[in-house]
């Protein structure tokens, strides 16, 4: 801890002001005394303010209370505590030297600490990017009760965070599919057909529950309500294909259309797991760049989150050839694959259709686009000049394109999901509910 010595800025009014009257007793001499007795004054209150204030050794102490990582794209809650261990309470002013990656350079925070009890600071920071954050020091600088004399502590408390994928939505997510809840969050509830799926358990009725499914037998014996427990086709595997090329560079409020695949990827193989399927990454780029078998090991949701946790491109040009033939080699059995790409014009689409179309010959590909939300900005906007209505056809020729990707996909058979990165999560877990529904895979 390191503490330095500091005027109040009150202290500089009070010595202008007796500057002032010796300028005017410069043409009335009485007044010479009086700013004499200012000064006076002034000095014995900033001595008697710098015992105070220096009074204890460790006046204030201050810790940052931090969890280890932190989830990209989510408020992430950080706590400074501090303690006053001076005989009165004390005005503070904190600076927290946050990460670089906020680029924030006027962090500060005021509080009044009172005597010998804990006061708790809380904010939060939204991350938008993955990697290793550092947290230097804590700067304190406290008053003393004359409100003349600055102290200023500096605690060494450095910390490195890592930003991971959302977790966060990961285990919402998750909490909502074991509670058969996952309506709450925009997953449509999906009408199954007949119960053509193996009969698991008998178990107590709970919200959301297909009333049809009730046991009357099983009921009569219990007080409650007893349900048929059906379960899907387990042990499916799925695999979520990552494109880190250059296409998914663009941004979408503080991330990239990559990081928005990266969280939907996770909370997708979390989901796949809870509900008794294998789960794998595989991401690309120009070269394969990682690929993790599909498993419901106990420790493959911890394997996922680190492989997303350290991936790195330099968003170069996508090789989908050299895509298929790693699918061809390593994924022998028929499974879901959904990839995560981006195509901005129907000649980027069908540059790879050939190489999409031989995937699709051997597995279900689910391939997942997004809109381009400034698109649909500029059609809604009033064209009010000629250069505007340029603009809004340009706007509509590449929205179109758009629509007219989604059918050629279906025309070549081959499921597609066309999403804004907002509902990038939620969109495609329903199309993953839907498709084991209906026992595509």
């Known amino acids: 801890m390191i503490k330095s010595f500091y005027l109040n800025n009150v202290v500089y009014y009070i010595a202008g002001s007796a500057a002032v009257v010796f300028v005017i007793s410069y043409f009335q001499p009485s007044l010479f005394r009086m700013g004499g007795l200012i000064l006076l004054l002034l000095a014995i209150a900033i001595v008697l303010d710098a015992i105070f204030v220096y009074s204890k050794k460790k006046g204030i102490e201050a810790e940052r209370i931090v969890s280890e990582r932190f989830s990209i794209g989510d408020p992430n809650k950080v706590i400074i505590s501090l303690t006053n261990h001076y005989a009165f309470p004390v005005r503070t002013s904190i600076i927290d030297e946050l990460p670089i990656q906020f680029q924030e350079k006027k962090w500060i925070r005021k509080a009044t600490v009172a005597r010998e009890e804990p006061y708790q600071l809380e904010y939060s920071l939204k991350p938008a990017s993955r990697g290793e954050y550092v947290f230097n020091d804590i700067n304190v600088f406290a008053l003393g009760p004359l409100q003349l004399v600055k102290r200023r502590y500096i605690f060494s408390v450095r910390q490195v965070v890592k930003v991971y994928p959302s977790y966060m939505q990961m285990r919402r997510y998750q909490l909502l599919a074991v509670s058969n809840r996952l309506q709450e969050a925009g997953v449509k509830k999906i009408r199954k057909i007949g119960h053509s799926m193996e009969f698991e358990q008998i178990k107590e009725y709970v919200r959301g529950d297909d009333f049809r ?32 090329g250059r296409v998914m560079k663009m941004p979408f409020n503080g991330m990239t259309l990559l990081d928005y695949a990266i969280n939907a990827s996770l909370v997708l193989s979390n989901v796949a797991l809870t509900r008794q399927d294998k789960a794998g990454i595989i991401t690309f780029e120009k070269n394969l760049d990682t690929y993790l078998q599909a498993d419901k090991k106990p420790t493959q949701m911890n394997l996922i989150l680190e492989s997303l946790y350290r991936q ?51 597995h279900l590909l689910l391939i997942v686009f997004f809109e381009n939300t400034e698109l649909k900005s500029l059609l809604e906007r009033k064209a009010d000049s000629l250069e505007d209505i340029y603009i809004k056809t340009i706007a509509e020729k590449f ?17 597609s999901i066309l999403t804004t990165p907002e509902n990038l999560t939620v969109n495609t877990i329903n199309k993953y509910l839907e498709l084991k529904t209906r026992m595509s895979i």
């Open 312 to 362: 790195k491109t330099d968003f170069l040009e996508s090789d989908f050839e050299k895509l298929f033939s790693v699918i061809r080699n390593k994924v022998t059995n028929r499974s879901l694959l959904v990839l995560f790409t981006n195509f901005e014009s129907l000649e980027s689409l069908q540059r790879e259709m050939t190489a999409l179309r031989k995937i699709a010959k051997y």
């Open 213 to 244: 499914t009730i046991n009357w037998k099983a009921t009569a014996r219990k007080e409650g309500l007893m349900v048929n427990n059906y379960t899907d086709e387990r042990s499916q595997q799925i695999y979520c294909l990552i494109n880190k």
């Open 399 to 415: 929205a179109y394109e758009k629509r007219l990707m989604v059918k050629e996909l279906h025309k070549n058979g081959i499921p």
